[in-house]
């Protein structure tokens, strides 16, 4: 039996789209599957400890890393938080500090208390979040790390540059620092080979499983009452995404008028997903183009109605002009749901021969792409039982054993990849 800590400290329900679905499916595929060894999940946020609570089991015990006022020597020493905004000001201005604070010690009472993971004889630490906060870089165990997409390495222009030097700050030493990195697709793995130099033997590929909730339903009074519940209109097409740069929002809304115009039909798009740094730029481009009418906003949608909305849509488009994975991809897959998607990154990975794939970067390639799947239902069944199949290749129980197995190898140490991908490796 291995005790496995994982770190899901910070992340926010519903702020984190593609990666809380991870997250979520990880603990669900955990306490499905892995009775053996013992799993310290370390989170803060109450709606995500009120949902996993279903899966919380002799095996899974959520812990709380809230720091007791007691223990926080800005409590103790309330001069502190003064001193270092001085520090930072005269770092600017002067280019050196004013006072002599200890950082480190700071850092360390700060987070020294709940994430003392010996505490919890914890044997292997998973980080599922593409870094590893920089005062936990030098803790004494071995560590996993999930990487799932190096965007800003090859579109920094998607990033403002506070955000772009947070992550040339962060992402690097995470990578380097971790035991065995875990990542999302092939595409992902190449990128971090190509730009990290990170030694392909150190990466495992996963592919994300999906929630069981993902398939198709009949039950009616379901479909109806969602229907109503968001005021859905009898034929839809579905865009999950938050208003990022990269998910491409802008060129769609050109598509789509471009679409009107050139094919005389005017489809309602519904677009779920909360408002990120892009978002008035799709707002506006919406007016520009006077398509108001013809798009709906559901901003934030729980995850229990998200598999019915997707099943109540005609086709889903995926405009995206970067990808780890992309988790509404599969999703769509799985519940029968036809798609219109870009040719980038891990994308045509992921989806096959299942798809209609336009170029993200070409309005009237996109319109006449969504009009061919839009207008022909035949393709539309073809498509949609095609994704079905290809759905069972990204089996979570699949990814799953992967993952526990790299956890025991990481818990053993080394980086030998023999056996890691048998199931039976981890029964060893």
């Known amino acids: 039996m291995k005790r496995i800590g994982i770190y899901a400290h910070g992340l926010k329900s519903g702020q984190a789209g593609g990666i809380e679905s991870y997250f979520r499916n990880l603990v669900e595929g955990i306490a499905e599957y892995d009775r053996r060894n013992r799993y310290y999940i ?30 926080l020597l800005f409590w103790r020493e309330p001069n502190i938080p003064c001193r270092m905004a001085v520090n930072r000001l005269c770092r600017r201005i002067l280019g050196t500090n004013v006072f002599n604070i200890e950082t480190s010690r700071i850092y360390q009472n700060m987070f020294g208390y709940r994430f003392s993971f010996h505490k919890y004889g914890i044997d292997v630490v998973h980080f599922p979040f593409t870094t590893i906060p920089p005062v936990l870089l030098n803790i004494d165990l071995p560590i996993v790390l999930s990487i799932h997409d190096i965007q800003h390495e090859y579109h920094p222009e998607f990033f403002d540059a506070a955000e772009l030097k947070l992550r040339k700050q962060r992402y690097l030493p995470s990578a380097e620092r971790a035991d065995l990195i875990l990542t999302v697709s092939e595409t992902s793995k190449r990128t971090l080979v190509e730009k990290f130099k990170i030694e392909r033997s150190k990466i495992f590929v996963t592919y994300n499983g999906c929630s069981k909730n993902f398939k198709k339903i009949e039950d009616k009074t379901i479909l109806s009452s969602v229907k109503a519940k968001y005021n859905l ?136 792409k969504i009009y061919r799947l839009w207008s022909d239902k035949e393709l539309q069944k073809n498509c949609a039982e095609r994704g079905v199949r290809r759905s069972e290749l990204f089996d979570w129980k699949r990814g799953l054993e992967t993952t526990l197995a790299v956890y025991k190898h990481c818990a053993f140490g080394g980086l030998a990849a023999a056996g890691v991908d048998s199931p039976d490796f981890f029964d060893n």
């Open 233 to 368: 209109p009898p034929e839809f097409i579905l865009y999950p995404a938050a208003t990022w740069r990269h998910k491409n929002h802008v060129t769609l809304i050109e598509a789509l008028a471009i679409l009107r115009s050139r094919h005389s039909v005017n489809p309602q798009l519904v677009l779920t997903g909360i408002s990120k740094d892009y978002h008035q730029e799709v707002v506006a481009s919406i007016e520009k183009h006077g398509m108001k009418a013809a798009v709906q906003f559901l901003n934030f949608v729980p995850f229990s109605d998200l598999p019915v909305i997707y099943n109540l849509a005609t086709m889903m488009v995926f405009p995206s002009l970067f990808e780890g994975f992309g988790m509404p991809l599969m999703e769509a897959m799985r519940v029968g749901l036809p798609i219109a998607c870009s040719d980038r990154t891990s994308i045509p990975e992921i989806v096959g021969d299942t798809g209609i794939y336009f170029d993200p970067e070409n309005a009237v390639d996109m319109a006449d």
């Open 42 to 71: 370390f989170l803060d946020d109450e709606e995500l400890k009120k949902s996993l609570q279903p899966f919380v089991n002799s095996s899974i015990k959520l812990i709380d890393p809230a720091i007791p006022r007691s223990d």
